[in-house]
């Protein structure tokens, strides 16, 4: 695999303001094939390869079909590593490289051993050379003195210091469903891509900023969008949305005023602080017209960390029909939640409901359910 040319001067933290749709282009020698995968939350795995496709088009293939694993995304990538870094759905995205060798120790041979180093010096080129300053090495066996040795020497030739979560995390495994070989993962960032650097503020039941992608991706965003995040706790999914696509107007509203000032200090710091409104108020009576809003999204309390399952008996009910009275016809609605019986049994029958999907996901150790509704 040759090395990627370098990344080119693009301002490392502003969303892209162009559309997600890209022309296929040509290989050249500028535009090497990557092997890549990607962790995403469970269930987003189909969600995750049409943003990777409709940002590369067929620059993009996917390889794990058929064999495909939860939560992982294995695909081709001719283009720039730099550009996979933009993506708001994957968890972490990896160079990968497989080595035709039986046993890892091989791996510490000169022409292995400069392969690997090649693909970390690939991966450190990607962001400021100052991001790198620790080194994991993650493997099964990870104590026994080849994978010690191994790490050392890693350690040694690229100058960082080993760490249980280092900047450059290097994974080490058999490729899937061969154990005759192996193969070398290099995570393309020094932090998971979900693990936002706009996030200056968290709260207890914070949304995962990519499963927040997958959600306003699901309204299909226009430019022209009326979006309106209920709920919108530190403001994930306003971020996101406005990371993904213009917007006419994007309006958070919340009960809580510590959650719209930890919201206002997320959106300052991703540079959104004159695109997004933060309002007080209670999300079950909105001082907004009927038909008015052209997308809604809402991280449901799920009622273990933040309020509880009596509590959402009457809440749920009052936001689904506040949602429906403001959005307009044909207008969709995410909601992610983990009080799935519940949203079932308030959206049976509902004539103002169509479900459009529902779909399971891994978050936090629980599986909670996007639900996909579209305003009849
Ligand atoms: C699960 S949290 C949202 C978390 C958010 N997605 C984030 O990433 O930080 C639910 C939020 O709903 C708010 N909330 C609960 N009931 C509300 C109501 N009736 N109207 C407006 N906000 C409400 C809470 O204050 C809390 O911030």
């Not at 020094?190 to 995962?208: F, I, Q």
């Not at 993904?244 to 206002?264: I, K, M, Q, V």
Request: charged share 25%; glycine share 6%; aromatic share 6%.
């Amino acid at each position: 695999m040759s090395r990627p040319s370098r990344r080119p001067k693009l301002p490392a933290q502003k969303p892209p303001r162009r559309p997600l749709a890209r022309p296929k282009l040509p290989p050249t020698p500028e535009t090497p094939e990557h092997l890549c995968e990607a962790d995403v939350a469970e269930g987003l795995e189909r969600i995750a390869f049409s943003e990777l496709r409709r940002r590369f088009g067929e620059n993009v293939e996917r390889l794990d079909r058929g064999e495909a694993r939860p939560g992982a995304l294995r695909f081709s990538y001719a283009g720039n590593l730099y550009h996979l870094l933009g993506l708001r759905m994957a968890q972490a995205v990896y160079l990968v490289r497989r080595f035709d060798v039986p046993r890892p120790k091989a791996l510490l041979g000169h022409q292995h051993f400069t392969a690997l180093l090649a693909m970390i010096a690939a991966v450190r080129d990607l962001s400021p050379a100052e991001a790198y300053q620790t080194l994991t090495l993650n493997a099964a066996g990870s104590d026994s003195s080849v994978m010690r040795r191994l790490k050392d020497e890693l350690a040694a030739a690229t100058g960082l210091k080993p760490a249980d979560e280092g900047d450059l995390l290097i994974r080490l495994r058999h490729p899937p469903g061969d154990p005759s070989a192996w193969e070398v993962l290099v995570r393309l960032s020094p932090r998971p891509l979900a693990t936002r650097s706009w996030r200056v503020c968290s709260r207890e039941g914070a949304l995962n900023a990519a499963i927040a992608g997958a959600m306003v991706f699901l309204t299909q965003p226009k430019p022209d969008d009326v979006f309106l995040n209920l709920l919108c706790g530190s403001g994930t999914l306003l971020i996101e949305r406005l990371a993904l696509e213009n917007a006419a107007s994007a309006a958070g509203y919340d009960l809580d005023e510590t959650a719209l000032a930890c919201a206002r200090r997320n959106i300052e710091a991703a540079g959104l602080a004159d695109r997004v409104s933060l309002n007080l108020g209670d999300a079950r009576a909105l001082p907004l017209p009927d038909k008015s809003v052209d997308a809604i999204c809402a991280d449901l309390p799920f009622g273990h960390l933040v309020g509880s399952h009596e509590g959402n008996l009457e809440l749920y009910p009052e936001l689904l029909r506040e949602a429906a009275r403001l959005l307009k016809p044909g207008g969709r609605a995410v909601f992610i939640s983990h009080e799935v019986r519940l949203m079932e049994n308030l959206l049976a029958d509902s004539p103002r409901w169509k479900i459009e999907q529902i779909i399971k996901v891994a978050q936090g150790g629980l599986n909670p359910r996007i639900f996909v509704l579209v305003r009849v």
